[in-house]
């Protein structure tokens, strides 16, 4: 791993000790430029969107690699908070279930 690689890829990285706070972080180049490709594409019309889910793919495969997961038990979802509630709200709670959570958890 080639930190001062990953370094450049965060421009907030060259003047400040970033501490992120879960809630909002400084994004990397590499996001910054996918994200101008998509919203320069999404003004041509949803033309593109095979290619969106063929790289959403390819990040689900990353990702998998990256933590010893399958594919299968990796999903994109836009935030922390909403997996979550993807997940409790897939549960079925009986009366007078306990629901047990982290204290420090960011919701």
């Known amino acids: 791993m080639?930190?001062?690689?990953?370094?450049?890829?965060?421009?907030?990285?060259?003047?400040?000790?970033?501490?992120?706070?879960?809630?909002?972080?400084?994004?990397?180049?590499?996001t910054v430029e996918?994200?101008?490709?998509?919203?320069?594409?999404?003004?041509?019309?949803?033309?593109?969107?095979?290619s969106w889910e063929e790289t959403a793919?390819?990040?689900?495969?990353?990702?998998?690699?990256?933590?010893?997961?399958?594919?299968e038990e990796i999903a994109l979802t836009h935030s922390t908070s909403e997996g979550i509630a993807i997940v409790a709200n897939g549960l079925t709670?009986?009366?007078g279930s306990n629901i047990v959570t982290c204290d420090m958890e960011f919701m």
């Open 2 to 30: 080639d930190i001062d690689k990953i370094r450049k890829e965060f421009p907030v990285t060259e003047k400040y000790a970033y501490f992120d706070h879960v809630a909002v972080g400084p994004l990397p180049r590499k």
């Open 34 to 50: 996918s994200v101008c490709r998509v919203t320069e594409e999404k003004c041509e019309g949803d033309l593109h969107w095979g």
């Open 57 to 71: 793919e390819v990040v689900r495969k990353s990702i998998a690699n990256l933590i010893g997961a399958s594919v």
């Open 93 to 95: 709670y009986e009366k």
